[in-house]
């Protein structure tokens, strides 16, 4: 009898919540919201803004030019389908999935290099190499992150999308390639459109805002 991820392998071949402590911070995120505690690695984190008010942004992000290809200017709509997110719906995820929805995943697509400088908290690393045939991405590979990360189960030689979780897809920002790349690959999988969410505005536009990061792995 074939394993699951042979018959993943085969198909694939072919709310912000209520203010927290609002009136004893400056620089909210949006008003009357100071913070919102999220999961990490299973320990809590507050997100928040950076309360410096001369604060500047990361080094890592103040670039303006970058050479396109293949870091071009990504649209506002990616595909038919697919929402364009901004902050507010990311940290929405975020703490639907700290208080027990396992509905949501939160997939930074970076290569671990950039990861590691930072991520959003509650976020996995999916690179997005990962999910690339052409970058060497096998079919074995991609059905068992099919199956643990997005949660699609196999159905004889097709996948089952049924039960599929909401991938709230990102990367580093409206220059970057790798969460489009990713999403791209999903919707070629099969991945129903309106169950993928994508931060267009990425790490870029996280950070120019001063929102707290994380150390990612």
Not at 72 to 78: A, Y
Not at 120 to 142: E, F, H, Q
């Amino acid at each position: 009898m074939r394993t699951t991820k042979t018959l993943f392998a085969a198909a694939i071949a072919t709310v912000l919540v209520a203010p927290v402590g609002a009136e004893d911070i400056a620089v909210q995120i949006t008003a009357g919201v100071g913070s919102v505690d999220v999961m990490h690695g299973g320990e809590t984190v507050t997100i928040m803004r950076n309360q410096d008010q001369k604060n500047t942004v990361n080094p890592a992000f103040a670039k303006t030019s970058r050479k396109c290809p293949p870091f071009c200017i990504q649209p506002s709509k990616l595909a038919p389908g697919v929402e364009t997110i901004g902050e507010s719906e990311i940290i929405r995820y975020a703490k639907s999935m700290s208080d027990g929805d396992d509905t949501i995943v939160l997939v930074d697509s970076r290569t671990p290099d950039w990861v590691g400088r930072g991520t959003i908290p509650s976020a996995m690393n999916v690179p997005w190499t990962k999910l690339n045939p052409a970058k060497g991405a096998d079919p074995i590979s991609i059905a068992e992150i099919m199956e643990g990360v997005f949660n699609v189960k196999s159905n004889e030689e097709l996948m089952d999308f049924s039960d599929s979780k909401t991938a709230v897809m990102f990367c580093n920002g409206m220059w970057c390639g790798q969460s489009p790349n990713n999403i791209q690959n999903l919707l070629k999988f099969g991945y129903p459109a309106h169950k993928i969410k994508w931060y267009r505005g990425g790490m870029q536009d996280w950070e120019i805002l001063g929102l707290t990061t994380v150390p990612g792995g």
